[in-house]
C-alpha cells in the first residue's frame, strides 16, 4: 500500500483510498470500522503527542508510576463525514481538531494491517483533492451541513444514535 500526502488543512482533511478493484460491501465495512474506531480514539483526546509516558518511558514499563495529576491540553479531533465510494476508489472527510499528526501516523499503521490481511488497499491519500472526483469547498457550505459525523448519526429525535 502506497501513502502519499498532499496539501493538509487539519480542519479540512480529506482521506482517499483507491481499491485494486471496485470494493465489495464488505471491505468497506471493514474500512468503515477502522475509520471510526480512529475517529472515537482521537475524539478522546487518544493522540495527544504531548503525553506519551509510556513511550517516553527510559525505564522498564514494569511498575511504571503513571502520572495522575498531569492536566495536558487536550488534544480533540472534532468531526468525522460518512464513508463515500466511487468506482475503485473511497473517501472521508475529517476535522482533525488539535489531535496530533501521531493520529496519521496511527491510522496509517492500522490501514496497513488491514490492507494486508482483508482488503485490498493499493494506495492511500492524505489530503489534497482526486481531480476525478471533487469534493465541496466548506467555505462556501455549512461544515455541519457538509457531511459531518453528527449530521450523518442523528436520530428522529435530534439526538445522536
Request: hydrophobic content about 40%; glycine content about 6%; aromatic content about 12%.
Amino acid at each position: 500500500m502506497q501513502v502519499e500526502f498532499r496539501e493538509c488543512d487539519p480542519a479540512n482533511l480529506w482521506i482517499w483510498f483507491e481499491f485494486a478493484e471496485p470494493p465489495v460491501k464488505a471491505e468497506l465495512e471493514y474500512l468503515n470500522e477502522v475509520l471510526e474506531s480512529w475517529y472515537v480514539l482521537g475524539k478522546l483526546g487518544g493522540f495527544n503527542a504531548e503525553f506519551l509516558v509510556a513511550q517516553e518511558s527510559e525505564v522498564e514499563l514494569s511498575y511504571l508510576d503513571y502520572p495522575t495529576e498531569s492536566d495536558p491540553l487536550p488534544s480533540l479531533m472534532h468531526n468525522m463525514g460518512s464513508l463515500e465510494e466511487q468506482e475503485n476508489w473511497a473517501r472521508c472527510w475529517f476535522d482533525l481538531g488539535t489531535a496530533d499528526a501521531l493520529a496519521l501516523d496511527v491510522l496509517i499503521n492500522a490501514l496497513r494491517t488491514l490492507s494486508l490481511e482483508y482488503i485490498n488497499l493499493t494506495r492511500v491519500i492524505i489530503g489534497g483533492q482526486n481531480e476525478d472526483w471533487p469534493t465541496v469547498d466548506l467555505e462556501e457550505a455549512d461544515r455541519y451541513e457538509h457531511n459531518g459525523y453528527a449530521q450523518d448519526h442523528f436520530g428522529e429525535e435530534g439526538e445522536l444514535e
